[in-house]
């Protein structure tokens, strides 16, 4: 690192772990690029910089600049392309405008100059991001931020200052060259004093308590720089003028604080208020008034009384003359900094915008296969004569050399692995699934007598192991943390004596997968990306045994001890074991499949795994491997007949409910609809009298996570299903999760009839380092990008989910990678940059709102002309906010303007979210539609006909016709006279299976013997 003052031709700091610190020149040609025009006289959320001489300001619009004279009228576009340009800074001369862009480089950013009279751009910095640019008074330097990723909250660095590590540096407009002017911290914004020092801002590092304290720092022109200044607060910009320093700051930087409106202010600070030592308070107290005037804080200190509306990450002012130029609620003002008179600043833009055109979804297909699409969890019996799975939710067993398919058990829940055979082979362990609960049991598989460990609600896999011994078990028990999620901590079972302790904590987002080590004295388990070893017998002493850099899921020890396997995406990794932690360059690749279920065989000379419907025995020794052919068979015979008399149904094209009349279902689909006259019934047909009731299609929720292996909430994989069913949601797009469990969990619908929704699935959530989610697939290149949504399309994904700690280029190289394989992208818009990126990345959805981030006609047309679908997820913020709160409301005018400018909006919900059911939230959602002025029919359109365009079946799927798939919601009330009704569901059909009430998946196992002092019990 280069000291402080010094220069550096080509300084950097790190990104992502296996991405190269600094942008690299873009040398995959992406597709072409569609443009249209947009015409707008609202801005979101933009960063504005004034001239010199205060007579034009620069401003951004939907990630290009524009210039504007201060009186307003038409703005001009300097910037085009299919880019995202943003902070721009004007130079004192007001020839030039340096701004941040990802033009020319893979980057989250970079420093560029426009000579705005010819128009030509050219780069000055090679940062892996840089960012809040600012130029010296003479004109000949410019100060930056460079930023390095510090954990997976890095790039929502609007959030948390402690996501992303920062230094203030200085690029030299002529030569290129780079000065360090800090050391690395929390800096958040910089400028320069008139005399031609920088100053910046940096949180301090205790930065989430309330309020938060930000030190003002000036460089000096030898040795570190100087603290001019405390200021309670978080100071994010900076403004400069000849006496003193305008700050806008907010209260505290906690995740959860920014995600609602808080305290927040401009204020003015005379230089040489204050002392280096002593904190300046009071900036941010005073009640928070609209109206105009200056509160006089002492000293020269001001505070401009307009709250201002809190977005994400802080736009940047403009100071000149005596007046403030910024952006607020969708509008260009002109603030006096004298009497904090605010006027708005009228103006109009036609935006020409260029993006790539992303791929529509595959076409669905209804599938109804012979045998299983998805075998999960393999295991080897001890002797080694027949291997153990689940398929479509239930366990089987099956001699090795490929003889007859049984089932273990008895029951009618969903009979979750991997489960584990004792070492003599004559007891089970396994997870049960049942209504609400689940349940850790142990089966004597001669007389069938169950003992239930635990019994809990539905968290997460237990993922028990058996000590050498026969004894004991391990396995993961999901404790329930205040203010915070389960946490699947490592328990060890006594089955003698019944007594239980924990070992230790694991994370919550990771599965532990805990297992004994060969000599039965320690447990392995898997937590935060690395593996950890813990003595039994010695609490506290557990100790990582590996320190990798990449990612590393569900490890497993072979039992001899020399071995370790692991999961990178859904590749199997191994690495030798030794004395010392196991480093990544001592890792390999054993297998591009099999990952998310593998384990070695009880003699730990090979690993068996399965991909798909595949199983695999893979020998350590020779590295050859063999199929272990599976002879399972479903059930592919179509539920019976059924005829729905006297029901009236939904009819989009006449835009209301036919009369009472007759529909037949055969073999899954609609037949016809009308009078019975003419028609020949078929034999064993179930009539149902729907007594006059309204018939809708069945609903869809777009967004949701119903196999995401940890999850701050619970573990999703073992979801409650059934709740889809009896809420009328007979369809759900998975954005985020295992795509062999989800395909299990269609193979128990399509083979048994289980009341389980179709799934679209978008795969894994697709992260970079540092990651949040122990189930993720996990990129660092173009490369692995490629190979990542080549695997997702094969495992069967509608389309993909790119998550928000990607950078930028790898998100770009997701979506290029999209388009070549044909399968659309969706991604969060929690800030206008997400939503603009999306969009220029082709994203075919963008998804949530948040309460501090109201989008304006800008983004609105944007998305209307693209066809850029929006899933607001409005429950999901509303679980937190009260209905009469003024922020609930205006998230509400966000949707009904959206609509009103023609954006496709879609339900989504997050579900299970932090305070609903699954299905519950679809209906809140439609509500909150219909709040939004949209008129019921069309909320229900929007629930059906749209949400099947979305996921490539609305030939299939969406409305009541014949030859549809019998998709049928039977309501009590009508929902178009209040949208509410949805919820007064009282039958539901699925593929033509009739669902008379909710169906829980019931468990009639053996005799249930639960010890009781299990600690556990009642959980």
């Known amino acids: 690192m280069a000291s402080i003052g010094a220069s550096a031709a080509a300084v950097t700091l790190a990104g992502p772990a296996a991405f190269s610190a600094s942008a690299v020149a873009q040398d995959v040609k992406d597709p072409p690029t569609r443009s249209i025009t947009i015409s707008t006289k609202e801005v979101t959320d933009p960063d504005a910089a004034v001239s010199p001489d205060g007579r034009w300001l620069v401003f951004t619009a939907l990630g290009h600049l524009f210039q504007l004279p201060t009186t307003g009228g038409a703005a001009k576009q300097l910037t085009f392309g299919p880019y995202y340009d943003s902070a721009p800074a004007i130079s004192p001369d007001g020839t030039s405008v340096a701004f941040i862009s990802d033009r020319e480089t893979l980057s989250q950013g970079n420093v560029f100059v426009l000579d705005i009279a010819s128009g030509r751009i050219r780069r000055l910095t090679n940062e892996f991001w840089a960012d809040r640019p600012a130029w010296s008074p003479d004109g000949k330097s410019i100060a930056f931020l460079s930023y390095e990723l510090l954990g997976p909250t890095g790039d929502y660095w609007f959030v948390v200052p402690k996501g992303l590590r920062s230094q203030v540096r200085r ?407 030794g004395a010392h932690r196991v480093r990544q360059d001592e890792t390999f690749r054993l297998s591009p499949r099999g990952g998310h279920n593998f384990a070695f065989t009880p003699d730990g000379a090979s690993l068996v795994y399965s991909s798909g419907a595949d199983v695999w025995l893979h020998p350590l020794k020779d590295g050859g491997q063999k199929q272990i052919p599976i002879q399972l068979k479903f059930s592919t015979e179509p539920p019976p007949p059924v005829l729905l008399r006297n029901v009236r149904v939904l009819d989009f094209k006449v835009g209301g409910f036919t009369e009472g009349t007759s529909l037949l279902v055969e073999d899954g689909r609609i037949q016809w609809i009308g009078s019975e006259a003419g028609h020949t019934l078929p034999a064993n047909l179930n009539v149902v009298d729907g007594g006059g009731r309204f018939a809708i299609p069945g609903l869809f929720d777009v967004h949701t996570h119903t196999a995401t292996p940890i999850h701050p909430q619970s573990a999703r994989d073992v979801s409650h299903m059934e709740l889809w069913i009896a809420y009328g949601v007979t369809s759900v797009g998975d954005m985020g999760s295992d795509l062999s469990t989800l395909n299990a969990w269609a193979d128990r619908r399509t083979a048994f009839g289980a009341p389980v929704p179709r799934i679209f699935s978008y795969g894994s959530m697709i992260e970079a380092m540092p990651f949040i989610f122990g189930g993720s697939a996990f990129i660092a290149s173009d490369e692995q990008a490629r190979e990542v949504v080549r695997v997702e399309k094969g495992e069967g994904a509608v389309g993909l989910k790119s998550y928000f700690t990607l950078p930028w280029s790898l998100h770009h190289a997701i979506a290029r990678a999209a388009v070549q394989e044909g399968l659309p992208v969706r991604a969060h818009a929690f800030a206008r940059e997400e939503a603009i990126r999306g969009v220029l990345l082709g994203h075919e959805g963008v998804e949530h709102m948040l309460s501090v981030n109201m989008y304006y006609d800008d983004i609105l047309k944007l998305f209307a002309a693209a066809g850029t679908r929006w899933t607001p997820t409005l429950p999901v913020m509303f679980a937190f906010i009260p209905e009469a709160a003024p922020v609930r409301t205006a998230m509400i005018d966000t949707v009904k303007r959206a609509y009103r400018n023609g954006v496709q909006l879609l339900p989504g919900t997050d579900s299970l979210n932090l305070r609903d059911e699954y299905g519950q939230a679809v209906h809140a959602e439609l509500q909150n539609f219909a709040q939004a002025g949209i008129p019921p029919l069309e909320v229900l359109r929007i629930a059906t006909q749209h949400s099947a365009a979305m996921v490539g079946a609305d030939k299939l799927l969406g409305s009541l016709e014949p030859g549809k798939l019998a998709d049928i919601v039977l309501l009590e009330g009508n929902p178009l006279d209040n949208i509410a009704n949805t919820l007064t569901v009282w039958r539901v059909l699925l593929g033509g299976r009739v669902f008379e009430e909710p169906q829980p998946l019931t468990a009639n196992g053996g005799e249930d013997v639960s010890t009781s002092d299990d600690p556990h019990s009642g959980h």
Request: charged letters at 20%; aromatic letters at 10%; hydrophobic letters at 35%.
């Open 171 to 577: 690029v030299g407009v002529a030569d290129g060259k780079v000065a360090v002017l800090s050391e690395p911290g929390f800096a958040r914004a910089v400028a320069f004093l008139t005399d031609g020092r920088p100053v910046w801002s940096e949180v301090e590092l205790d930065s989430e308590k309330e309020p938060a304290v930000s030190r003002l720092a000036v460089a000096t022109q030898a040795g570190p720089p100087t603290t001019a200044l405390m200021v309670e607060g978080v100071v994010d910009r900076i403004g400069v003028d000849p006496g003193g320093l305008y700050l806008r700051l907010y209260e505290v930087a906690s995740p959860l604080k920014n995600l609602f409106p808080q305290r927040e202010r401009l204020a003015y600070l005379p230089l040489g208020r204050g002392r280096a030592d002593q904190t300046v308070t009071g900036l941010l107290s005073g009640p928070e008034r609209s109206a105009q005037g200056v509160e006089d804080r002492g000293e020269g200190a001001r505070v401009y009384p307009a709250q201002l509306s809190n977005p994400m990450p802080r736009p940047a002012f403009g100071v000149a003359n005596g007046s403030i130029y910024l952006g607020d609620r969708g509008k260009l003002w002109r603030v006096d900094a004298a009497t904090g008179k605010r006027d708005e600043i009228a103006f109009s833009a036609e935006i020409t915008f260029d993006f790539l055109p992303g791929s529509p979804p595959p076409a669905y297909t209804n599938r109804n296969p012979a045998s299983p699409t998805s075998i999960l969890t393999p295991r080897l019996a001890p002797d080694g004569a027949s291997v153990i799975f689940t398929a479509g939710g239930f366990l089987w067993r099956q001699t090795f050399a490929g003889g007859e398919t049984r089932r273990l058990l008895d029951t009618g829940g969903f009979e979750w692995g991997p489960a584990a055979l004792s070492p003599d082979g004559k007891k089970l362990a396994y997870q049960l699934s049942e209504g609400a609960d689940q349940q850790l049991r142990v089966v004597d598989l001669a007389t069938g007598r169950n003992q239930v460990l635990i019994s809990q609600p539905r968290t997460g896999r237990y993922q028990p192991a058996w000590s050498p011994d026969g004894t004991r078990l391990v396995y993961a028990y999901y404790e329930h943390r205040a203010h915070g999620p389960k946490v699947p901590c490592v328990y060890l079972a006594d089955l003698a004596s019944g007594k239980r302790r924990k070992l230790a904590d694991g994370n919550p987002r990771w599965t532990p997968s805990p297992h004994f080590s060969g000599d039965g004295k320690s447990v392995y388990f898997t937590a935060d990306g690395q593996v950890h070893r813990y003595p039994i017998e010695t609490p506290g002493a557990g100790q990582p045994i590996t320190e990798f850099t990449e990612f590393a899921a569900d490890a497993q020890v072979s039992p001899d001890g020399k071995r370790l396997a692991f999961r990178r995406n859904d590749e199997i990794w191994m690495a030798p074991l």
